[in-house]
C-alpha cells in the first residue's frame, strides 16, 4: 500500500483553468505538507497543516488554496492556472510535524500550456 | 535567509566507485541536515540525517557529517552500485511551527555497471 498518495500523477491543462492535486496519507499523521519543485530541480515548501490547520503558509500567490477535510488529506486547488505554475508538485506527510522524517508521494506533474 | 546549496549535476560514476556530492548550507540556528534520495517514479526518502554538530548519519552504506564550521553535509559512499541510481537531495530543517525543510537542488546520479 502507498503510504502518500498523489493523484493525478500528470496535470497538462490550458492557461487560466482551475485544477485541484489531491493527496491522501494513510499513515496516521498529524502533518502533511505541499511542497513544488521548479524547473530548477529546487523543491520549496508551500503550505503545512496540522490536524486540519494551517501552521505554515509561505509566500504563495493566493490563487493556491490547500484543502484539509481530515487530516488524512489535505488537496491543493490552483485557480486562473499561470504558465510559472507548470511544475512538479510533491505531498508530504510527518507524525505531530516536529519529527524530521516527512513521507513524499511521488508527485504531481503540472503542465500549463 | 536559510538556504542549501549543493553540487550540480548530473554526476556519473561505475560501479564500486567512491562518491562524494557535497553540500552547504546557511543558517540563522542550529538546524537539523538530511540526505533525501529520490528513485525513479517515487517520492523522496529520508536517507540519512544528523541533527548536531560533528554528528555523522549512516544509512545503506552513505555517509554524512555535520561540519558546523564548514557548513557542510557532504555524501559519501566508498563503493556505489547500479540501484543507487537516483536523484539526491540535501536539506535543512527548522522548526516553524511544524517541520520544515529546505532542500538544495538535487544531484541525479548515474551509476554504469
Known amino acids: 500500500d502507498t503510504a502518500v498518495s498523489q493523484t493525478p500523477k500528470y496535470l497538462v491543462t490550458q492557461m487560466g483553468n482551475d485544477k485541484s492535486i489531491k493527496c491522501e496519507q494513510n499513515?496516521?499523521?498529524?502533518?502533511m505538507y505541499w511542497y513544488k519543485q521548479d524547473s530548477k530541480k529546487f523543491l520549496k515548501i508551500m503550505f503545512s497543516y496540522n490536524n486540519k490547520e494551517l501552521i505554515i503558509n509561505e509566500t504563495v500567490p493566493n490563487r493556491f488554496s490547500p484543502k484539509s477535510p481530515d487530516k488524512a488529506h489535505l488537496n491543493l486547488h490552483i485557480n486562473s492556472l499561470e504558465l510559472g505554475d507548470s511544475a512538479v508538485y510533491f505531498c508530504a506527510s510527518s507524525d505531530r510535524g516536529l519529527t524530521e522524517k516527512l513521507f513524499f508521494g511521488s508527485g504531481t506533474q503540472l503542465s500549463v500550456l | 535567509g536559510d538556504s542549501v546549496t549543493q553540487m550540480e549535476g548530473p554526476v556519473t560514476l561505475s560501479e564500486e566507485a567512491f562518491l562524494t556530492i557535497n553540500c552547504t548550507y546557511t543558517?540563522?540556528?542550529?538546524?537539523?541536515l538530511f540526505w533525501y534520495v529520490q528513485y525513479p517514479g517515487e517520492g523522496l526518502q529520508l536517507l540519512l540525517k544528523?541533527?548536531?554538530?560533528?554528528d555523522k548519519g549512516s544509512n545503506k552504506g552513505f555517509e554524512a557529517t555535520y561540519r558546523k564550521e564548514t557548513t557542510s553535509f557532504h555524501l559519501e559512499k566508498g563503493s556505489v552500485q547500479v540501484s543507487d541510481s537516483a536523484v539526491y537531495f540535501c536539506a535543512l530543517g527548522i522548526i516553524q511551527g511544524a517541520q520544515k525543510l529546505v532542500f538544495g537542488q538535487g544531484t541525479r546520479l548515474t551509476i554504469n555497471p
Open positions: 544528523a541533527t548536531k554538530a560533528d
Open positions: 543558517a540563522t540556528g542550529y538546524p537539523s
Open positions: 499513515l496516521g499523521h498529524d502533518t
